[in-house]
């Protein structure tokens, strides 16, 4: 599992890293039991507090995505199957590009009709995600 | 487990000891070449008219000379009053500065007993004499000033190490307790000239001016009541120097 | 306006009223710090804002001319040797070693000075950072003597680090290595850590708590989530000649934007302020949280304001 996070992103980095952990859950990089890596490990990789990981956990764990396993760590739960994820996750990725779309005075018609016109235009929307 | 705490005294001393140790060495050295020029210059001139080589008076207040340079040794490289490297470790300042003073000690006994043991050695191998004939003046209670010439005993040995020990503390004073020491020390130096350029007829030769609390004294209760008096002074110079350093 | 009180604590360090005059010339100026307990505490503001007379004072190693400090509970004018032995400290600027050292010997040095210092963390750190112990002390360039700084701070395990500029002359490796064994620090000993900085991006992933110095006043501190959510950024725009709101509080920043826009950086609750903006005419395109570095411009700005 890779996380990267951004610091000019708009969304505090737990929920950056919760996004993450949901993003590997959809593209099946992680599946229900695999560990998650450790507080410890995850917050020296990408040079983070300590708290803010272990916060992100705790999110994700109230949201049973995972659950901890006393003296072993944290691990993918049942409900961090893919399906149930992916509709959390499309609806995270609507509410930012819906956010923007307001700032340019754009309506949610507007977006929807533009996703759509993009979409057909492009078999498998792959590369232009930017 | 251990801890956190204040280093012990014990663990600073013997660091420092170590440490300042370390920081001599170049300054060894040194010591150790000008020793051998000498022994090399005093072995070809003496031996050439043969002569034995007896232990030099001079040498003693040469040896002194040590106690003065040494202080400025042992506080290279520490900024007492601009942020020293001491100051940051867990130790209260006035202590580490004695601790530190006493470590410098240490080592300039050790130099002062290995260059005295040398000479002595030299003069004992080629048969010449430990202890010398001195003439020297001396003040009364009446303030006259006679003449005196003695044969030092054998506790005048023990001088280079006392002489050593005093320069030692009121230079390590000086060094510890004032900003610009050799500023000072300059300063001191130079009004003392112009005091006695200007005083010169009223006053007597300054080897007298010393006798009183002189170092090489020709009486061992006069000798050891100078060398107390002029520690003790010493010592007081290092702890109100050391003070301007205190915590809490 | 701003918030410069954290409440109740526990605290690793609270300072009430701290002042320091060189000269007469203020250089600490009624400081009440507070460092929670577990808190990574970025201190920012520019050079000559206090920042290093504050951990300097402390350590113990400045005495404050008015106020006080207490330093994981201890008092560091009169147990200076206390807070040190539990401290770890990364001095301003590389000065100060010495010079003729080794760097294994000046380790070696440090190590008879802490009871609480590991050697093998010494090593693995000295290995992170690439701090060579064959080398001179005095011949380390400025980010080497900087990584060994950070090796002789971290080394005894403190339960407090205090870091003035700990990125100063690092080169951007060298910088991240040493975030990422900051961030194994906290995970292991849960200490706290004040870091002083005027770069304050570089250490945003570790920041909890922020604290902003100007000219030897603390103008602001807060914890960092509090920050987010009070301190945003309102773009909005509203008919021909609208001014925005007469009355709206804690503005900190209030300029023209492209046309009609009008965009503001606002201390207060988001719905206050968009509503306050809705009621004067406008509407309000854009809220955003600001970047860390760029609140902390937005907070010295409000000094210059008030």
Request: glycine fraction near 10%; hydrophobic fraction near 50%; charged fraction near 20%.
């Amino acid at each position: 599992m890779r996380i990267s996070i951004n610091p000019a992103d708009a969304r505090p980095i737990y929920v950056q890293i919760m996004d993450e952990v949901r993003r590997a859950l959809v593209v099946g990089a992680l599946r229900p039991e695999d560990p998650l890596p450790s507080v410890r490990q995850l917050a020296s990789d990408l040079r983070l507090n300590p708290n803010t990981v272990a916060q992100a956990y705790r999110e994700l764990e109230r949201e049973g995505v995972v659950y901890v396993r006393r003296g072993q760590g944290t691990f993918v739960g049942e409900r961090g199957a893919a399906g149930a994820e992916r509709q959390r996750l499309a609806r995270a990725v609507a509410e930012r590009a819906l956010l923007d779309a307001h700032r340019h005075g754009l309506s949610a018609e507007d977006l929807v009709e533009a996703v759509r016109t993009l979409a057909a235009g492009q078999a498998q929307p792959s590369t232009a995600d930017a | 487990m251990s801890r956190p705490r204040p280093t012990p005294l014990v663990a600073v001393l013997s660091e420092q000891v170590r440490a300042v140790g370390l920081s001599l060495r170049p300054g060894a050295a040194l010591l150790a070449a000008v020793l051998a020029l000498v022994t090399g210059v005093g072995a070809s001139t003496a031996l050439g008219a043969g002569q034995p080589l007896d232990f030099p008076d001079e040498a003693r207040l040469l040896i002194g000379a040590l106690g003065f340079l040494l202080p400025f040794a042992v506080w290279r490289g520490e900024k007492l009053f601009a942020g020293a490297w001491l100051w940051t470790l867990p130790v209260e300042r006035r202590t580490h500065v004695l601790a530190k003073v006493a470590a410098g000690w240490v080592w300039l006994m050790l130099a002062v007993g290995l260059v005295v043991a040398w000479l002595a050695g030299l003069a004992l191998g080629t048969g010449g004499e430990l202890v010398a004939t001195a003439t020297g003046t001396i003040a009364d209670a009446h303030g006259r000033i006679t003449a005196v010439r003695w044969t030092e005993p054998a506790w005048g040995l023990a001088a280079p190490f006392t002489i050593a020990t005093i320069g030692y503390l009121v230079v390590s004073a000086l060094v510890v307790g004032l900003k610009r020491p050799l500023w000072w020390i300059a300063g001191g130096f130079l009004a003392a000239c112009v005091l006695i350029e200007v005083l010169d007829a009223d006053l007597p030769p300054a080897r007298v001016l010393l006798a009183p609390f002189g170092f090489v004294l020709p009486n061992l209760a006069w000798w050891a009541a100078a060398t107390a008096a002029w520690t003790s002074l010493g010592l007081l110079a290092v702890w109100l120097a050391a003070s301007r350093h205190r915590e809490g | 306006m701003l918030p410069t009180s954290l409440g109740e604590g526990p605290f690793a360090v609270a300072t009430q009223g701290l002042t320091k005059r060189y000269a007469r010339e203020p250089a600490l100026n009624g400081v009440d710090l507070q460092i929670p307990e577990g808190a990574v505490y970025v201190l920012a503001g520019p050079n000559g804002a206090g920042k290093s007379t504050l951990i300097r004072s402390l350590l113990g190693l400045a005495r404050p001319d008015a106020g006080r400090a207490t330093v994981l509970g201890l008092d560091p004018r009169t147990s200076g040797p206390e807070v040190r032995a539990r401290t770890g400290y990364v001095p301003e600027g590389a000065g100060g070693a010495y010079g003729w050292m080794r760097v294994g010997r000046l380790l070696q040095h440090h190590a008879a000075y802490y009871a609480t210092w590991d050697r093998d963390y010494a090593g693995r750190l000295s290995r992170a950072l690439d701090v060579r112990p064959e080398r001179r002390v005095g011949a380390l360039s400025k980010g080497q003597v900087r990584r060994l700084q950070l090796v002789l701070a971290l080394a005894h395990r403190p339960s407090l680090l205090l870091l003035d500029e700990p990125t100063d002359g690092l080169d951007p490796a060298a910088r991240d290595e040493a975030l990422g064994l900051l961030s194994e620090h906290l995970a292991d000993t849960g200490g706290s850590v004040l870091i002083s900085t005027h770069l304050p991006h570089e250490v945003d992933g570790l920041a909890d708590h922020l604290g902003v110095l100007r000219g030897g006043r603390l103008v602001a501190q807060a914890p960092r989530e509090r920050l987010e959510r009070m301190l945003r950024v309102y773009r909005a725009e509203g008919p021909d000649g609208w001014v925005g709101p007469e009355d709206l509080s804690g503005v900190i920043d209030r300029r023209a934007g492209v046309g009609r826009e009008l965009r503001w950086t606002v201390w207060g609750e988001e719905g206050e302020v968009v509503a306050r903006i809705a009621a004067s005419g406008g509407a309000v395109r854009d809220v955003a949280r600001l970047p860390f570095e760029d609140s902390v411009l937005a907070l010295l700005r409000a000094k210059e304001a008030s």
